[in-house]
Structures are given as C-alpha cells and as structure tokens.
C-alpha cells in the first residue's frame, strides 16, 4: 500500500519533490511521479512516468485506463497533487483523501477557475506563499516551501579578508525582481563603495544550473531575493522565493520583499529575513549591514540559518504535513 502519491506534470523549483521527503522523512510510503524534467537539472528530481508525459498545458490531463499509474493511484491512501496541476486519474475521488498544492503563477493568475474545478473533490489545500492565501481554495493549510539543509551547508566567515561586504543579486528574472531598482539604491551608496562589493548579472544569459546558483551565492555576506512590487488580478504582489530560503541555509543575511508579512507571522511567528518593501528601507538595510562589524555580521548569519532550519527544513515541514495528511484521514475512517 502506497500512503501518498504525488502527481504533477511540472515540478517548479523541485518543491514536489522537498515535499515528497518530507513525507518520507515522516515515515510514510511516499512515491511521486511528473511529466517533465527541470531544466534547472537539480540533483534530485521527482520520476518522469510516461502516462503523464506529453501534456502541454501543464494543468489538466487524462491517465490512459489501465496504465500504470491508474493502478498507483487505487493503491494510494492519499492523493497528493502539486504545483496547482490535477490529473483525472479515472477513479471518484470523492471516495479518497485528496490535497491540493498551489505556490505560483498559475493559482495566483487562475484561482477562481481552478478552484471551481479542485474544490468539487479537494479534502485540503496546501497554500505554498502568504499572498495566495484567501482566495476560496478548500481548507486551506498555510505551508511554506522547504528547504534541504541537510544538503545545503552554511559558511559564516565573511567572504572576502578585508572589511568590505559582499552583496549578491541574482534575479532568474531580472525585471520582474525589481534589477533597476536595486542598482539605484546600490549607486545611492557611492560614498561607501570603499566598504562593499556589489555582484549582479552583467546580462541575462537564460537559465542557471542550481548547483552553479547555489555556489554564486556561497561568494556573497548577503543576498537580495526580491524588490519589485507589481499587480496581479488587482491586488499587490512581492515575496520572497526559494532563493531566501536557500541563500538562508549558506549561512547568508537575506533581505527581501513581503506584501503579506503578517499572515508569515501570524502562522511561522519570528523571521530572520529583512523586509524591505521600499527603496528607502532597502537603502537603511544595506548601510546597517555595510557599517555592522564583523561579530554582529556572523551573529546574523548564524541566526538566519537557524532560523531557516527551525522553521523550513524538511524535517520542520514533514510536522506540519503530516499534521494535514492525519486530519483529512479521519474524513475517511
């Protein structure tokens, strides 16, 4: 018998296959199936399975009868559908556990479509970020992404000998970060260009190697995630990503954006990241760390990655998941 089975067809930021060991770092007999590798080439990535490959819109797909993966799924407590994907799995899954997972674009552009669809059979919904909270998904679980610590090691000795700061930001997408205005505020701070260092993108040349990411930001004392506020479906968007999260497992200070930093608190309680929603907070936030001596600046560092273990980790979220999986259990007990 198979405790969860996790289906997608895209695996984005290779967040399905954190959650996968989480459930299995929990005990459970997890498997978990997609349709397309990441080109990002993680390390690790969830099994490709050929009843799902070759879908193109990435939502919405059809199991062939009688194929493989038709008989995981009737072998399955608990059906697991992530990155706001569902697959009609030619089963009534209103007679089995099932939890939807959104963290992205495609639930924060589509949600009341989707939701029309997901809720007519969704025991629980794993909402992945604070600003796709409220928008009528069926119980909805507020679960932040994971972060592997166990793989990814921190470094808190300052990178470069000197006194000088190393500050990163690297955008996979440079204007939808904000790239503009974070080169503002950082020319803003010509008067002490003798105390940092300041490495960005020279040119967006496509897509990065995760391990090669990782090791980018392993050279930096600190890493901008996001500053770029926009608009999506009427109401504010700006948070963080993985990269805090990741940045935050090196032993990094992060300093990012959050529109929805309440509903963290509410539910996480105490962050390490920075807020910084505005260019003047972004500004203060840089000469507070540029002019911080070195003892402060590691206290920092260590605090981050402490923090992050705490309350990301795969271990940390494994609790809260399994927490989900034993309430919708008893639906069907």
Not at 109 to 116: D, I, K, P, V, W
Not at 154 to 177: A, T
Request: with cysteine; charged share 25%; hydrophobic share 35%.
């Amino acid at each position: 018998m198979i405790d969860v089975l996790f289906l997608s067809f895209n695996d984005w930021a290779n967040t399905g296959w954190r959650f996968l060991k989480c459930a299995q770092m929990a005990g459970l007999n997890a498997m978990g199936f997609k349709a397309n590798m990441h080109p990002f080439h993680y390390p690790e990535q969830l099994s490709l399975h050929p009843d799902i490959m070759g879908f193109n819109n990435g939502v919405m797909g059809q199991l062939p009868e009688g194929g493989e993966l038709s008989k995981f799924v009737e072998k399955s407590k608990i059906i697991h559908f992530f990155a706001s994907s569902f697959i009609d799995t030619g089963i009534n899954l209103n007679e089995k556990p099932v939890v939807m997972q959104h963290g992205g674009r495609t639930y924060r552009e589509g949600h009341e479509q989707l939701n029309s669809v997901y809720n007519k059979f969704c025991d629980a919904t794993i909402i992945q970020m604070p600003d796709l909270l409220g928008h009528g998904a069926n119980n909805e679980q507020f679960i932040y992404f994971p972060v592997d610590t166990d793989f990814i090691k921190p470094n808190f000795e300052k990178v470069m000998p000197e006194d000088k700061l190393v500050i990163g930001f690297f955008p996979s997408q440079p204007k939808d970060k904000g790239i503009d205005q974070v080169k503002s505020v950082i020319n803003s701070l010509g008067h002490l260009r003798h105390k940092f260092e300041f490495v960005t993108l020279r040119e967006h040349n496509g897509i990065v190697i995760w391990l090669d990411s990782l090791d980018r930001m392993r050279k930096c004392d600190l890493i901008i995630d996001v500053f770029s506020e926009k608009t999506v479906n009427g109401y504010e968007y700006g948070e963080w990503g993985n990269t805090s999260f990741e940045a935050a497992a090196l032993g990094k200070v992060v300093l990012t954006m959050s529109m929805n930093f309440k509903k963290y608190k509410d539910e996480f309680g105490s962050c390490e990241l920075n807020i910084t929603n505005t260019g003047d907070q972004l500004r203060d936030t840089l000469i507070r760390y540029i002019e911080m001596s070195k003892k402060e600046l590691r206290e920092k560092k260590v605090n981050t990655c402490k923090w992050v273990t705490d309350k990301h980790s795969i271990r940390a979220t494994a609790k809260r998941l399994v927490t989900v999986y034993k309430d919708i259990l008893k639906k069907y007990s």
